[in-house]
């Protein structure tokens, strides 16, 4: 795996999770055996987002996490330092992997959505970088003076 410092938005992928469907419905399965990369340590999950409201707005140092619109839809916005793409979610059986040392930003949920994580590790406030400069500088590796976009 890539370096968090050398990580680029390419490198986030849309992954098609395992999905059985009968007649009495679909259930989607999030396993390492069925093609999940890291072994979840934690889920949480976000709901009852008011309109208008972002989340995230933060990169992470260390922490893989796989993101699904499990109900509902909303958009998300990924940047490197160099650039940005933005992927919309909408479907409960295709989730969003994001290897650490992207920003992200969460916009645009629909009445009614969830987004779902799956995390690769426990909760440690130490491994977010709260602000887009520091998130420049931890890209950086803290001593080039290279200008990164905003
Ligand atoms: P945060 O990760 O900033 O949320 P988001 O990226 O969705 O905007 O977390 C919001 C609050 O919840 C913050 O006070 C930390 C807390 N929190 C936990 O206690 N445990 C967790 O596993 C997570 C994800 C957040």
Redo the contacts with the bound molecule.
Sequence with gaps: MKAPQQTSVSDASLIHLKKIHTDEGNLVVCSEPDGLPFQPR?V?Y?YDIPAGES????GHKKLQQLIIAISGSFKIQLKDGIESRTEFLNNPAIGLLLPPGLWREITDFSGGSTCFVLASAE?DPSDYIRTYSEFEAFKLGQNSSTKLVQ
């Design positions: 934690r949480y976000l989340r995230g707005g933060h909760y």
